[in-house]
């Protein structure tokens, strides 16, 4: 006789869904996958021969799978923009759950999930910030915590893409958010996670460019990008977004302080082979960010699972989720305005001379 | 209705034991852990509580646990001493079985696991050298292959343990075989991995010291030692052991070609974290040789399982463990005797003026 | 019989000047130290046992100097505060100058220094950037140049010292110019040489904060300072200047192109050695910025004397030094006003609206 | 009026020639380069445009430059078959000398340059290795001097040169002594001096191959050899010395000790520079040992020249250079013979048996 395991669905079966998928089938123990999701009959197909033969249930049709007998959590790794109706949804259907990030590109929408979720606190409503889940940053946050660095003063993170020379990202913009709410909601969210969710942003103001992709613009987004944010408490951080590196993914942090630094991957390896020839010595990097954090998403799974069926906090509060999304929007805002955007300490829109 | 899995037992669970178990339950999909043993009413007593839960039958006795129904694979992961028994016994009973390293240090006690493995060649008989299920080990191993270096033709590799202040390794040098049998054992199986099967040796001479622990040579044994084997093909390999490093697990591998070299952990890190303070910049590296393999184990679970359910060919021959074995104890033989030994081309020992 | 050499004055015996003294004394064979002038007694003394022995003839008035007989350049090393002032009285003394950077805190009279300059075109007279000396950087730069990266578009670069918990930096603030213009000049510098000297500032923005030193507002300065720079021609920098490392001098440079990416110092380290000890792996960095440029500024005071002897262009033009400090004050502006600051074409303050 | 300087005579004017005459004109303020001899026309005639105009008189004798009037000291920088004559005329002289390595690559002819230096102890005689003059290998040094990882036990060392697909090498290897005299002889003198002047040898081993160039073992040579030497005093030391790296040039020593390790260059690189591309992320390394060590022949010339002038005691001592040849060609005699080769403790050959 087993122990109880948490009966999960999981909604989208694109890319990030099969790995959810895949990953609360195999690799979370305390889970069982029940059923999945997808409009799409490519997707199912897949699921016919990965999921179906071991006992997933497969559905055509999200609302259909939420009445699945048994049913108790749901993972919402579909597209974006249906994120945060998926994630009412479940909530409505009392489902915890494990939402991709981010719950919307936008703040109102990101809100009504944290509304919906803040009436059932019976439930675990997640949003999946994978580096929170991540052993480097985890060690690199404990000994923040222990007193390594001092005060942690200024964070220094960045989200940078392997260049896809398909042009992929210029149709992606669309519907992305734009650079900032795509790329460096990641480092918004570690900034928070890093200085505190009592954080409170003063300035934002950001710069970007073109450099391989001048489509972007049409969508009102940059292929590299720089921003600046600025806390009450004397704090700052700044981060470097990009979607053309040459080798592969490079998302780097540092978090400085008063005795001391943290340097999370500085020097990106994605495993531990060297390469010596002509060219010198080389080693070769994650191409892609799931490389990089496979293993902070099976964590993240795993922890999920553990929160829903013990009834314990989850790692991480909701409301930050949406505090990322406003500044990263801010972020792209000042950017595409050229203005440096001034909040007070309430949070609200100011201006310079008011403060 | 779930896919086929395979029905696997842990024989043993001490520290390796444990870890077999849990991997086996929780981390292979398609292995499903149904029995574990031990003698040890400790041990027993830890899987009540880990392993009982989630279905897993226990028995105090080995033989029994053979007999449970529906039995198809044996993991054994007991003391070395009773590797061999446990492996030819489940041999006899017609299970497959994954045998923990070495399967003896004795050669010839070895080589009647070969020969019982070989009158029944429907089982998959495994000894688990773990490094061969490693990503790096694996991608240096494929960057060979396709001719990154041209021809491999010296391979220097090192197995050294951080220190264990307790001395248990003293103890511990009794039964081990000595440090060649026990820790280079890995550095020469990738040896016969990279140099290929087919490898012939020539020599072996050896040196060793006691820095820290003088009472090993109460047990012929050594806390540091190199070893140095050449080969009939003209290549040649040496190994470093050591008991002592103090910073944590350094096993690291260099495969020098003709056109290039691959370096496996020069650099060794536990995760991507730097710490910068007044000391200058640190990163902290494995306690021991779990925190590197952890996910070597996981796969060698997984492929274990594959095997035996698609009876396809195992990752590595079995007659290579013997292989190993023969050049660790030659090694350890050379280092006490401090005489160097010669083999002919058949693998008989031969004076060097009779070559 | 000798080939004919530079005779050169050194002014200024202070921290840079007795290096400047002894590397043209010892380390540059084509130059002859001849004579040396300050109006510190103690820096006199240091100069009676360390240059006059040598044949220096030694001032305390640097007026005097400039008549010495025979005398044809000299190096301004003395405090920034009469840089200028220095320089210009050398050019009207017809001697070519090599002079410490910043050559004033004061864009306007750089200004009058390269004024001056001007209207003796016969004259070598060089602001003494010294990582353009650098042979890291000028490997970058060399394979920036062959195409390595494809089109340079982003760089980021720190210029972070260790921290002084003496808190001298607070006192030096009040005639630094501030951060930006005593620190980020390096990285800006960087900037005008891998993005050309015809790059337009387009806009500056900057945020600051006191993390060590909350005394440094007295001065309209920070202890830790971020800025953005945008280029008409679409390209983008961002610095970062600290004076509270703890572990060093972290000098790092990236110029990111759009295929590929060069990186200095990313991984900084004094020599060549690692420890290993029950912390990790660990290595030693740069103390302060000497440490990292010592050979640097030997190149410097060699590659000097050469255009001056030979009459051949200097490597880097006085008019960068200019340009340097304006866009190091206006981000040193932007950061104590907290607005961005927006520049035409022609390199004229305008605001956003009319652009 | 300057200070006294050591005038002193450049013998021989080939690659290492030339370069300790420019280090001795040009970096080394406190000597003179007064002369230089070659019987080589061309090497006479680069002497001509680099030398001669700065003062230095050219033989075309080695004799007639010892007559050379004020002469104090003579650089050996000739080929090694002439070293020792070269010196010990040189120490009739009168003069002090500075012997490249090796004084010869037999035994007895190193030994009496040992004797006839005894004999005028007023002199300064050193062969140069250039190791001990290096910043990294000083800073280990004083690590493990200060402690840092308790009693140094194991020490293994690598020469490895570039591959030169001339093969010159083999040529070369007539004269050379053999791998383990030319490359090795520096692993050994830094055994020696990590591990004491009064290590006694206990035992030689070696073996060797020929990877690229079948043809060295007509000189009784090989491409790639490991050698291992075991101390009196319960220390060992393994060297592995290489013909053929891709890279370029990769000395690498590691001390181990009883509580920590000291490695240098573990992680070759020329400079600071990272290139990013899509193979990964690259160094270049050294592509010979002056790219590696070209300061530590400055810093050798400046303080020999000290030595001299101050008559303060050499950095190294001459009788070392004579251990260390014997050390390497017992090496070269074990991979050769393929027998293991001991030693009493007074240093003489002696069978296994007797020990």
């Known amino acids: 006789m087993a122990a109880q395991r948490l009966k999960i669905g999981c909604a989208g079966l694109g890319r990030m869904g099969k790995r ?6 195999e690799r979370t123990p305390r889970a069982e996958l029940v059923a999945a999701s997808s409009p799409d009959p490519v997707e199912l197909e897949w699921a016919k021969i990965h999921l179906e033969p071991f006992g997933v249930r497969l559905y055509q049709n999200y609302d259909d799978m939420l009445k699945h007998e048994g049913l108790v959590a749901v993972v919402v790794a579909s597209a974006t923009a249906v994120h945060a109706e998926q994630a009412i949804k479940a909530i409505a259907a009392d489902k915890h759950v494990l939402c ?28 999946g910030f994978s580096r929170r889940f991540d052993k480097s940053y985890r060690d690199a946050y404990q000994k923040m915590q222990s ?10 993170s960045q989200t940078c893409d392997k260049l896809d020379p398909s042009g992929f990202f210029v149709a992606y913009a669309e519907f992305s958010g734009g ?16 200085f505190g969710d009592e954080s409170k942003v003063k300035s934002v103001s950001a710069v970007g460019i073109t ?30 977004a990009s979607r053309m590196m040459a080798a592969g993914q490079e998302d780097v942090t ?22 010596y020839d002509e060219t010198g010595i080389r080693r070769e990097i994650p191409q892609n960010y799931y490389d990089r954090f496979e293993y902070a998403f099976v964590t ?27 500044i990263g929007a801010a972020l792209q805002e000042s950017m595409i305005t050229q203005k440096k955007i001034f909040f007070d300490e309430d949070g609200n829109r100011t201006e310079l001379s008011r403060l």
């Open 147 to 156: 007193g390594a660095i001092g005060t942690a003063s200024v964070l220094r």
């Open 20 to 25: 959810h998928a895949l990953n609360f089938l």
């Open 100 to 127: 991709e990030k981010p719950i919307s590109t936008s703040v109102e929408v990101s809100q009504s999930v944290v509304d919906a979720a803040a009436k059932k606190p019976h439930l675990k409503v997640m949003c």
């Open 300 to 326: 993240e799974a795993n922890e999920f699972s553990a929160s829903c069926l013990d009834n314990t906090p989850l790692p991480l509060d909701l409301n930050n989720a949406v505090k990322a999304v406003r």
């Open 179 to 194: 650079i900032f709410v795509d790329c460096s909601i990641h480092d918004i969210d570690l900034t928070l996670w890093f």
């Open 254 to 275: 540092e978090i400085i302080g008063t005795k001391g630094k943290l340097a999370v991957n500085t020097q990106p390896a994605v495993n531990h082979v060297n390469i």
């Open 211 to 240: 450099a391989v992709e001048p489509d972007l613009r049409k969508h009102n987004d940059r292929d590299n990008a720089v921003g600046l944010v600025e806390f009450y408490d004397g704090r700052m951080a700044f981060f470097y």
